[in-house]
């Protein structure tokens, strides 16, 4: 028996087969701006690997904030047509047969906890640098979606008096306060370049970007004192990043003389495929196969 697995993104919705731990047949389409084509397009997929193979089930990958008791993706994202009414019985209604959906940086997570960098741990914080700072809390092998299903945003940790984690943990932000700094028109990837041959704005913008991402893991480890941190995000793929940020978490293990561990902290394994194959994950967890 195999799953049909779905990833939902803003621009593109992408699914796959999976059996055995492993992706096969994948495909995409363009996602739709409406609620029926979303509802077309996908049913029409779901047909075609019925008819095709032994699927038992459709595994969902999705924005959001995604309420498993109730069946409603809360919250918001790209597709405001997806949120606020009971859209997993409306899905299992149309595709006959089990459904699930998990958010997107739980199944990054879970991805990673069944099959990736943490692979038979059962406590994991996923920190996810993006646009803003996202992620995911593993305890025990499952997602703690917390009272108002906000585990892993941890994004609104305040970092100093004025700036959330999200203001001082990305890229994109490090990349406009350089660019406001110096009037150019510069992307992260340009700066770091900048930054690692001298340049000394450059290299002021990257230290805090750093800094701040070392000092919110630091919180998160002593919070929660989860075995592994992983990160993801388009930094997560520079090999500086890991050795960076360890300098940097030297620095406040300096300052806090009473903490008596350095986080470990690893990049993520899977990277585009990491939502279907976490979807996958949470679709054994919710039906116990």
Not at 18 to 25: Q, R, T, V, W
Not at 171 to 193: H, Q, V
Not at 256 to 267: D, G, K, R, S, W
């Amino acid at each position: 028996m195999s799953l049909l697995t779905i990833d939902i993104g803003g621009t593109s919705i992408k699914y796959a087969r999976f059996a055995d731990g492993k992706l096969g047949e994948e495909g995409a389409f363009g996602t739709p701006d409406n609620l029926e084509q979303f509802y077309q397009s996908l049913t029409a997929v779901v047909e075609q690997f019925k008819e095709n193979s032994d699927v038992c089930g459709v595994a969902i990958s999705s924005p959001g904030a995604v309420n498993k008791a109730s069946g409603v993706i809360e919250g918001a994202s790209a597709l405001p047509y997806i949120h606020d009414f009971e859209i997993h019985a409306e899905l299992e209604k149309r595709f006959g047969l089990p459904v699930s959906i998990e958010n997107d940086a739980n199944c990054a997570a879970l991805a990673e906890v069944k099959f990736g960098a943490a692979k038979g741990l059962s406590d994991v914080l996923l920190l996810v640098l993006g646009t803003g700072v996202g992620g995911s809390v593993v305890m025990n092998g499952k997602v703690h979606h917390g009272k108002h299903l906000f585990g892993g945003e941890f994004g609104f940790m305040l970092m100093d008096d004025e700036h959330s984690f999200s203001d001082l943990g990305t890229t994109i932000r490090m990349a406009e306060r350089y660019n406001k700094r110096t009037g150019e028109e510069l992307d992260a990837i340009e700066i770091f370049e900048k930054a690692f041959n001298g340049d000394k704005i450059a290299n002021e913008e990257k230290d805090i970007f750093l800094y701040n991402v070392a000092k919110g893991i630091f919180n998160l480890t002593y919070s929660f004192d989860p075995e592994r941190v992983i990160i993801g995000g388009g930094v997560s793929q520079a090999e500086w990043l890991i050795p960076e940020l360890q300098k940097q978490l030297k620095k406040i293990m300096e300052i806090i003389e009473v903490a008596t561990f350095m986080p470990e902290i690893v990049t993520c394994e899977f990277r585009n495929s990491a939502n279907l194959i976490g979807a996958a994950v949470d679709f054994s967890q919710t039906y116990n196969k």
